[in-house]
């Protein structure tokens, strides 16, 4: 059935609704109205609109305030006003109100058939195409993720075996992100070559447009079974291929200690002194010299020979069954005697022992014989002797020794008996793990008393009732699969969620064995572990490999991006010095450095996440600083009441102030976006310890802490959404109103101090965040900031980055103010070109993330060089991590890109004249 659309006319006059109704009615429409603005309100709020006429002026509430509730509130509906109140002022109001369309009183019945249409045809469209985007995005997501999963190495390379993209397995392999490999050739980053390897499977594949498969060696001793694909384009010319690699160094080796073994097994075998044999699907299928020698036949005429032709008749059935249970698994006798045929058919008797193994992909049973023969013969002889002498020999004598002695071993089985239950049943009742047992219908018949303490029900509770009546719902379809498979003699360890008697979730494991009588299950035995913490902690693991695995990426994004600015900045810089303020493109300058400042504050939300993000720290008055950026929250959202309750006694705590108050800020406008139409915001500080932390997912270090609660009376989230709150990107605002980053840059940062942020909330109750930084004994630095200014030099500076645009850039930056410029494009260049001008360089500013060698090494060994070098370090992550270890060595300061003209000046200078 054909989707039929729904509208909703709004107007203060019946007349006009009913016929309006009548109208649209007619042309398949399905049709509501309203006569007052508070009643459209009620009838959003119940149904879904997909258009709604709007009368503009009605007694109760205008239209205008309408369109507002329907903008917040379902900004899929598309609003047509129609008044007969126009004027130009009340088009443009309505217009930017959100109105699709306006219509006047009075107009033609076709007219507005004609707009409806339009509308509807227009929100068809919208919605269409953003299910098609919605659609491959998550087409994209997945074919990446498929990648990303796979073990094998996979990298795409053109031609001139250059990478082009490549997985995460691939780059792992050498240690490096898959970006990073992008541009570079495939043999040296694998096989540390400088030409295609001579059997390389990409280039057969490009040369003959056909799937290529080889073994490659790397100069390490790894073997790789590689496979390429050729890739062509639009015209069917081949333009590259996919490279598809998994390591076969350790198959390798087992193949090489497989032959070894079977050769020195074959040899324990041909010259064993029993006889050896594979039975498979009722026939022999290999049998070593011993085995031929006990039968008779030459070895050649055992093979493919029916098993049974091997057995005397009347031992037939008892063979037959014995290898029956073999090849099931279920129990028989491991060593059993039968009698067998030879070639010439005499009678021998055999001793055979059989164990169940797979032989070439199949079940077979392998034996070992011995010929009992003569044995049997003697024992023959032998039991006529003791008969006969037992026939003359005393029967009372011997009856009444026997009768004596079979009481007298039964008292001491009956006590020994006794002895064992009382041992066991003391082991069993006092060890941790819960012992069990069911009857074959899942029924439990004993269970020991440390259950009551896993699951709150005393064994008088549970004995007589079914398992699976305890059973977590979702566990219980895999949890009767299980019971049935170990029942049919197939033990198993399970893993499952239990319902305790308080109502509370477990897990458990449960290890669990048939119980046989007369060849047949009856029951389980087993042993039951509480396992519930453990799941937690690897939970716990897993969370935080995820938020370390995201915020490295983050980090590398926010790194190459502020590379980019700083190319930005840097002409934007330069323009300005040169221009007037009455240059006509003098403010579109300036606001494209605004912009780049803007951007600047985006990346600085993703290195905050990738806990790259301190740059100052000092000893903080937390109380101060939460005061003074609620205050300015405050002056912005006077719908929202905020209550401060903050602890006298507060430690001061180590942090960037500016990284500080971006989380206060992150947090306040959450906090805000949850509650639309106004609220309480209730801001707290309290002196905690770590032992005020227990039971949170992570595991705090020991000492005091500063609580800051950050609590609202908002909508409050569901369980699913709690649990992504902190992950980049992810936002519940629509497109192209929230970034998904403000609480992913808050987790990173507080991270990145040494704490905690966690998250407490349920829907429709508010949410209550709480933030714990590490509490110092150090004072409170007050800090009066300096006024910056241009401040330029004539001293040399070498400038070192392997980006171009910044090279360039740098260049003409310092030259404007004043300095004479050398330039390298990486570490090495960099040592080599000051060596060449020692004397003449005054400073080195040097990059930190470059090819063929970094900046930390290239300052260490400039440094070599010039004990009393001048450097100044410059890099698109923050001054955490390497370049804080930099700076310990004694490199003088550090520059974040993008920076500005004034910035650089100034640190240049501090830097020169040993401020």
């Known amino acids: 059935m054909s989707y039929v659309p729904k509208i909703l006319i709004v107007d203060d ?219 062509r384009d639009a015209d069917n010319n081949i333009v590259g291929a996919i490279e598809v690699s998994l390591e076969i160094t350790e198959s390798k080796k ?22 050896i044999y594979i039975d498979q699907d009722g026939k022999v299928v290999f049998a070593n010299n011993r085995f ?160 009551e303490s896993v699951s709150g029900y005393s064994p008088s509770e549970l004995i007589g009732r079914v398992f699976t009546e305890f059973i977590y719902e979702d566990d219980l379809p895999r949890g009767i699969k299980e019971f049935e498979r170990i029942l049919s003699g197939n033990p198993e360890l399970s893993e499952y969620r239990i319902m305790t008697k308080s109502g509370e979730t477990r897990w458990v494991h449960a290890s669990s064995r048939p119980i046989f009588k007369e060849n047949r299950a009856v029951g389980l035995r087993g042993v039951l572990t509480d396992i519930t913490e453990s799941k937690r902690l690897e939970a716990q693991l897993q969370q935080a490999q995820k938020m370390e695995a995201i915020g490295t990426l983050a980090g590398g994004i926010a790194h190459d991006f502020n590379n980019l600015l700083m190319g930005i900045q840097g002409n934007t810089s330069l323009m300005l010095l040169e221009l007037d303020s009455s240059h006509p493109y003098f403010e579109r300058i300036e606001s494209i450095e605004k912009q780049v400042r803007s951007a600047a504050g985006l990346t600085s939300h993703l290195l905050g996440y990738a806990r790259k993000g301190k740059y100052k720290v000092k000893p903080l008055d937390l109380n101060e600083l939460v005061e003074e950026v609620s205050n300015t929250f405050d002056r912005t959202k006077k719908e929202i009441m905020v209550r401060r309750e903050f602890a006298e006694d507060l430690p001061a705590v180590e942090a960037d102030k500016g990284q500080i108050e971006q989380v206060l800020l992150n947090l306040f406008i959450n906090a805000a976006d949850a509650m639309p139409g106004g609220g309480d915001l209730i801001l707290k500080t309290t002196n905690v310890t770590h032992e005020d932390m227990k039971d949170r997912l992570y595991d705090p270090m020991l000492g005091n802490y500063v609580l800051l609660t950050v609590i609202d009376t908002g909508v409050g989230m569901d369980k699913d959404t709690m649990e992504r709150v902190f992950d980049p990107f992810f936002t519940t605002k629509e497109r192209g109103r929230g970034t998904g980053l403000g609480l992913a840059s808050a987790y990173g940062i507080i991270k990145g101090h040494g704490g905690y942020i966690d998250v407490d909330s349920r829907k429709g109750q508010g949410s209550t965040f709480s933030v714990y930084l590490p509490a110092s004994e150090k004072k409170v630095e007050r800090v009066v900031k300096a006024v910056k200014r241009l401040t330029k030099g004539t001293e040399t500076v070498l400038l070192v980055d392997d980006e171009e645009v910044i090279r360039k850039v740098g260049k003409e930056l310092l030259e404007a103010l004043g300095y004479r410029v050398l330039l390298a494009r990486d570490g090495k260049e960099a040592i080599e070109v000051y060596k060449k001008n020692l004397k003449d360089i005054d400073i080195v500013l040097l990059d930190m993330v470059m090819p063929n060698m970094g900046g930390g090494e290239a300052y260490d060994r400039i440094k070599e060089i010039n004990p009393d070098i001048k450097a100044l370090l410059s890099s698109g992550f923050s001054i955490d991590g390497e370049a804080t270890e930099i700076l310990d060595r004694g490199c003088n300061g550090f520059i974040q890109k993008p920076f500005t003209m004034k910035e650089l000046s100034k640190k240049m200078r501090r830097l020169l004249e040993n401020k």
């Open 254 to 275: 087992a193949e090489k200690a497989l032959r070894e073994s079977e050769e020195k097994y074959s040899t324990l075998v041909e010259n064993s002194l029993t006889g």
């Open 292 to 451: 031929a020698e006990i039968y008779g036949y030459p070895r050649d005429k055992l093979i493919g020979i029916e098993s049974w032709r091997l057995v005397h008749p009347d031992d037939r059935g008892l063979t037959d069954e014995i290898r029956t249970k073999r090849l099931k698994g279920e129990e028989a006798p491991a060593t059993y005697e039968a009698r067998g045929l030879t070639k010439d058919g005499d009678t021998i008797w055999i001793t055979r022992r059989n164990t169940r193994i797979v032989y070439k992909g199949k079940l077979a049973i392998l034996g070992n014989i011995v010929n009992i023969t003569e044995r049997k013969q003697t024992e023959k002889a032998l039991q006529e002797n003791v008969r006969r002498l037992q026939v003359a020999y005393e029967q009372s004598i011997i009856y009444a020794k026997q009768l004596n002695e079979e009481m007298m071993e039964r008292k001491r089985a009956e006590e020994a008996l006794r002895e064992s239950e009382e041992k066991y049943r003391d082991m069993v009742e006092n060890i941790n793990e819960v012992i069990y047992t069911t009857d074959e219908n899942g029924v439990i018949t004993y269970i020991s008393p440390v259950m």
């Open 13 to 231: 006059e019946p007349r006009i609704c009913d016929s309006l109704k009548v109208l649209l009615s007619r042309h398949g429409y399905e049709v509501d109205t309203c006569n007052r603005g508070k009643q459209a309100i009620v009838e959003l709020g119940k149904k879904y609109f997909d258009l709604v006429l709007l009368d503009i002026l009605m007694p109760d509430v205008d239209g205008y305030h309408v369109m507002d509730h329907i903008s917040r509130q379902s900004p899929e509906t598309l609003v047509m006003v129609v008044t007969g109140h126009a004027s130009v002022e009340s088009v443009v109001i309505a217009l930017r109100s959100g109105a699709y369309d306006y219509l006047t009183k009075p107009f033609e019945h076709e007219e507005l058939l004609k707009r409806v249409q339009n509308a509807l045809d227009h929100k068809r469209l919208k919605d269409e195409r953003k299910r098609a985007e919605e659609a491959l995005t998550k087409s994209e997501q997945e074919k990446e993720g498929i990648l990303n999963s796979m073990s094998e190495l996979v990298a795409c390379q053109d031609t001139e075996h250059r990478v082009l993209w490549a997985n995460r397995a691939a780059a792992e392999s050498v240690g490096m992100a898959p970006e990073e490999l992008a541009g570079r050739h495939c043999y040296e980053i694998w096989y540390g070559r400088g030409e295609p390897c001579e059997d390389c499977p990409v280039s057969k594949a490009c040369k003959t447009g056909q799937k290529q498969e080889s073994e490659v060696a790397s100069p390490n001793g790894r073997v790789w079974l590689t496979r390429a694909y050729p890739v």
